[in-house]
């Protein structure tokens, strides 16, 4: 009697693996996007909490900002690389840049007493 496999169960191992890939495949995808987004949101979270200490370091020099409804000021991203508030070395996810190489800004708008904060990359 010999042993082995007959072409029939081959095919049906074959067509069981097929199937599981194509289930799989699409999870996997679409994990991988979530949390790509996920990384850049928080990579913009960590700016934009970077600028607003940056603000609240130097309240004298934002005052006009903090108390004037509708104003605008824009704080560039070297800005908070060179006094320390985010390290030159963060990368945004969906580009792979560096912090450095897409000198960025946010931008800070006062709403009704709310500070908003906007970052724009460039």
């Given at each position: 009697?010999?042993?082995g496999f007959t072409l029939i169960e081959l095919l049906a191992i074959l067509t069981l693996l097929g199937v599981i890939v194509l289930v799989s495949v699409p999870s996997i995808i679409s994990t991988n996007k979530t949390s790509q987004d996920n990384n850049y949101k928080q990579y913009i979270a960590n700016i934009q909490n970077?600028?607003?200490?940056?603000i609240e370091t130097h309240a004298d020099k934002y005052e006009t900002l903090k108390k004037n409804n509708?104003?605008?000021?824009?704080?560039?991203?070297?800005?908070?690389?060179?006094?320390?508030?985010?390290?030159?070395?963060?990368?945004?996810?969906?580009?792979?840049?560096?912090?450095?190489?897409?000198a960025g800004s946010v931008t800070v708008t006062n709403q009704n007493?709310?500070?908003?904060y906007e970052?724009?990359?460039s």
């Amino acid at each position: 009697m010999k042993k082995g496999f007959t072409l029939i169960e081959l095919l049906a191992i074959l067509t069981l693996l097929g199937v599981i890939v194509l289930v799989s495949v699409p999870s996997i995808i679409s994990t991988n996007k979530t949390s790509q987004d996920n990384n850049y949101k928080q990579y913009i979270a960590n700016i934009q909490n970077a600028t607003e200490i940056y603000i609240e370091t130097h309240a004298d020099k934002y005052e006009t900002l903090k108390k004037n409804n509708g104003t605008k000021e824009t704080i560039t991203t070297k800005t908070l690389i060179s006094g320390g508030y985010i390290q030159s070395s963060l990368k945004n996810p969906k580009t792979n840049k560096t912090i450095n190489e897409e000198a960025g800004s946010v931008t800070v708008t006062n709403q009704n007493g709310t500070l908003i904060y906007e970052y724009n990359a460039s």
